[in-house]
C-alpha cells in the first residue's frame, strides 16, 4: 500500500518538531526534588511528597512508590489522612501501570476504606483510588464495576471539581468504547473536555500546565474513531498527543500513542509499519 511510507513519514516528521532536551515536565520534578531537599516543616515535606508520587505515577511508576511510600508514612505520623488516602490512590495507579494489579485493587481499597473516616468532617480525597479502580475492572472486563467507579467520580453542580468530573467522564468513555457504543463514547469524551478545559488546575498540578487535557484523552477519541472508519481524524488524533508526550519526556503516554499507531497499522494491513511502530512503543515502555 502505497499509504505506508507516507504515514511513516508523516508521523516521524511531526513527532520530531519541538522537542527538548529537557523537557517541562522534567524540569518541574527535578524543581520538587530540589525543594525537598531543604523543607523541615512536616505539612510542607508531605505536600511535595504528595506532588512527587501524583507526578511520577505514569512517567515513573517505581518511584511513585519509593515517595508514595515516605508520603504516606509522614501523612500518617501527622494526621493528614487526606493525604493519606490521596497518596494511597497514586500508589495503586503505580502499580497498575507496572501491571501488578492484585497490589493496585489491594492498595486502592485500603485508600477507600480509610476515606471512610474521613467522610462526614473532610474531603475524602480519594478520587486517584476511586479512578484507578475503574481502570483496573475495565482491563479485566468487569465494565459494570468499573462504570461504578469512574461515576463516583462524578460531582454535583457547585462542587467545583472540574478534574475529578473530567476523569469520570473519560473512565466512561473508555468503558463504552470497549463496548462498542461509540456514540456513548464520543459523549463521554465531550463532557471530559469541557471539564478538562474548565479546569484551573493542570493534570498533575505542574507549573506551568503542561496539558489542557489528559494526552491519553486523544488516544481514546482515535480508537473510537478507528472504529468508525475516520482513520484521517484518528491519525490526527494520535500524532497531536504522540508529539506533547515526547516533547515532553512522558514514556508512559507516548508508549500508548505508538501501540495505538502499531495497531492502526495492522488494521490497514500495513505489517511492517505495524512492526515499526511497535518497537517504538517497547522502546518507550522499556
Known amino acids: 500500500m502505497k499509504v505506508v511510507p507516507i504515514l511513516i513519514i508523516f508521523f516521524t516528521s511531526f513527532v520530531g518538531y519541538g522537542q527538548t532536551s529537557k523537557s517541562a515536565v522534567t524540569i518541574q520534578l527535578d524543581s520538587l526534588k530540589s525543594e525537598l531537599k531543604f523543607v523541615g516543616n512536616d505539612s510542607l515535606r508531605v505536600n511535595l511528597l504528595e506532588q512527587l508520587t501524583m507526578s511520577y505515577a505514569r512517567v515513573n511508576p517505581d518511584s511513585a512508590i519509593h515517595y508514595g ?3 504516606f508514612e509522614l501523612a500518617i505520623n501527622i494526621s493528614n489522612k487526606p493525604v493519606a488516602v490521596s497518596v494511597l490512590g497514586f500508589i495503586g495507579d503505580a502499580y497498575h501501570s507496572k501491571g501488578n494489579l ?12 480509610l476515606s471512610e473516616e474521613l467522610l462526614s468532617t473532610q474531603e475524602s480525597n480519594a478520587g486517584p483510588a476511586f479512578s484507578t479502580l475503574g481502570d483496573i475492572y475495565s482491563d479485566v472486563g468487569n465494565y459494570s464495576q468499573a462504570l461504578s467507579y469512574y461515576s463516583k467520580l462524578l460531582r454535583p453542580p457547585g462542587e467545583n471539581d472540574e478534574l475529578s468530573n473530567a476523569f469520570g467522564h473519560f473512565g466512561r468513555a473508555s468503558v463504552y468504547e470497549k463496548m462498542n457504543m461509540l456514540d456513548s463514547a464520543l459523549y463521554e469524551l465531550g463532557l471530559s473536555k469541557k471539564y478538562f478545559d474548565e479546569s484551573p488546575v493542570d493534570i498533575a498540578n505542574r507549573n506551568p500546565k503542561v496539558y489542557s ?16 472508519g475516520k482513520i484521517d481524524l484518528a491519525l ?3 500524532t497531536y498527543t504522540l508529539s506533547m508526550t515526547l516533547k515532553n519526556d512522558e514514556p508512559y503516554y507516548s508508549s500508548n500513542s505508538y ?8 488494521k490497514l494491513n500495513a505489517r511492517d509499519s505495524a512492526i515499526y511502530f511497535a518497537k517504538k512503543g517497547l522502546q518507550e515502555a522499556n
Do not use: T
Open 236 to 238: 490526527l488524533d494520535l
Open 102 to 113: 492484585p497490589k493496585g485493587l489491594e492498595v486502592c481499597l485500603e485508600a477507600i476504606a
Open 213 to 228: 487535557v489528559n494526552p491519553n484523552w486523544f488516544n481514546m477519541r482515535s480508537r473510537v474513531y478507528v472504529k468508525q
Open 69 to 71: 511510600e515516605q508520603a
Open 259 to 266: 501501540n495505538d499507531i502499531a495497531s492502526l497499522h495492522a
